[in-house]
């Protein structure tokens, strides 16, 4: 079993940054997966990011290039997902998963994941 715990969610301004954190806990695979996703409201959930402590490999969605920072502190097996210049379109809960070592780097299909979060809100709005 895997406990996951966000935070750094909030509300802020288009244009503006925020930091989500998301903590790992409990029986955890020597290799593994972690991945960011994203709900807006009335749509289903999307990929963000996903970040392997393998090699550190990092993937990202359109939607997430060139904006958001995906990092991995392994000793405290704690991603963060750094998002800068938000939009309207950024609003939703953010949800972290975790899986054993995926074999596709910047796997985005939620049904991959085994344990996730239990979701952080994110209001982009001015």
């Known amino acids: 079993q895997v406990q996951l715990v966000e935070s750094g969610g909030g509300s802020v301004q288009p244009g503006g940054s925020l930091r989500l954190s998301c903590a790992a806990s409990?029986?955890?695979?020597?290799?593994?997966?972690i991945g960011w996703f994203h709900q807006a409201p009335g749509k289903e959930r999307v990929g963000v990011s996903t970040?392997?402590?393998?090699?550190?490999?990092?993937f990202y969605s359109m939607s997430a290039k060139g904006r958001f920072t995906i990092s991995l502190d392994v000793a405290k097996n704690t991603a963060y997902l750094q998002m800068d210049r938000l939009t309207p379109e950024d609003t939703g809960v953010y949800f972290c998963?975790?899986?054993?070592?995926?074999?596709?780097?910047?796997?985005?299909?939620?049904?991959?994941?085994?344990?996730w979060g239990q979701g952080i809100q994110v209001t982009v709005a001015s």
């Open positions: 409990g029986i955890i695979d020597q290799y593994y997966t």
């Open positions: 998963a975790f899986s054993s070592l995926l074999p596709l780097i910047g796997e985005m299909r939620p049904s991959e994941y085994k344990y």
């Open positions: 970040v392997t402590n393998s090699d550190g490999d990092t």
